[in-house]
């Protein structure tokens, strides 16, 4: 049963939206959680975005009274991760806005000559800038990523190469194993859970509703929370005999969650939603094997 005393941590890409189009029945969940006081946080692996810009794609697609606030990102918690484990540090960034202003809000200055860091975050940076980046680990600096996806969706069914596997290019070239934050690591489950905590503290049960079980299901399994897994996004019911460890409930989409949380009844998990085909959708990507470095 889902009541206030639940808190949820969302993905965002194949969970609420894929491209530019909403999972049918995604506002109407938001709008629920927000009615009855429910937390919730969306938290997302995609470093390039500010929760600022978060925001505004999300209200263009049509969600209501959302901020800043609601987003956590793969970056935002890289930024966190090097502030607190490594006061003043410096870092040289190979990513976009979303992580610049991340390490910029955490204090951590930009280094090109000799920096503690290179930052990996999504992203096309140019060859000389990779090259450099080689350069500084080769010279000392220490490699770290801000996901470990080696893919992204980048609209009308394509993909582009992800943080993963800029990190993969870096980890051959300089003989240097990366080290990834965002989902799975479980310092960006607890760092989100606290900031649910922080602003909710009836919030006691965490769920956390995915797509993906390599990130979303994995790392919440991991810290033990609940993983309601979706199948509008990368995974399909019949890759779950995979995976060592499963999700809490599989559910076709958020749809699936709105009578429950409207009445408070709990579903019927023998009824699971999982077995009625997903929403169709223009524009989702066919399922593709997760890699990571
Ligand atoms: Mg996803």
Same mark, same amino acid.
């Given at each position: ?42 938290? /997302? ?113 394509? /993909? ?51 797509? *993906? ?49 409207? *009445? ?30």
């Amino acid at each position: 049963m889902i009541t206030n005393q639940n808190a949820f941590l969302l993905d965002m890409d194949g969970v609420i939206y894929r491209d530019d189009h909403v999972i049918p029945g995604a506002e109407r969940l938001i709008e629920l959680f927000q009615k009855k006081d429910i937390p919730f946080l969306f938290l /997302t692996n995609n470093s390039m975005p500010t929760a600022e810009d978060l925001a505004v794609k999300l209200k263009h697609l049509g969600f209501k009274n959302l901020h800043p606030r609601h987003f956590y990102t793969s970056a935002i918690n890289t930024a966190e991760f090097l502030r607190e484990t490594h006061p003043n540090c410096t870092a040289y960034v190979l990513g976009e806005g979303g992580l610049i202003s991340a390490l910029q809000e955490a204090k951590i200055p930009n280094d090109s000559i000799s920096p503690h860091y290179v930052v990996v975050g999504e992203g096309s940076p140019s060859m000389d800038k990779i090259a450099k980046a080689h350069e500084l680990i080769e010279r000392g600096a220490r490699l770290v990523v801000t996901n470990p996806d080696c893919w992204c969706p980048s609209g009308g069914n394509k /993909t582009r190469p992800g943080a993963g596997a800029l990190a993969a290019f870096l980890q051959t070239s300089t003989g240097q194993r990366p080290y990834y934050l965002g989902k799975p690591n479980p310092y960006m489950f607890t760092r989100a859970q606290r900031r649910l905590m922080a602003s909710y503290s009836q919030a006691r049960d965490v769920i956390m509703v995915g797509d *993906t079980m390599e990130t979303d299901i994995r790392g919440a399994v991991e810290i033990g929370i609940q993983a309601y897994l979706v199948l509008t996004g990368s995974t399909a019911l019949g890759d779950l005999a995979d995976y060592v460890y499963q999700p809490t409930r599989v559910l076709g989409s958020v749809a699936d969650l709105l009578e429950e949380v409207e *009445t408070g009844k709990q579903s019927d998990r023998l009824s699971s939603p999982a077995f009625q085909p997903p929403p169709k959708l223009d524009g989702v990507i066919k399922k593709k094997r997760y890699a990571t470095a």
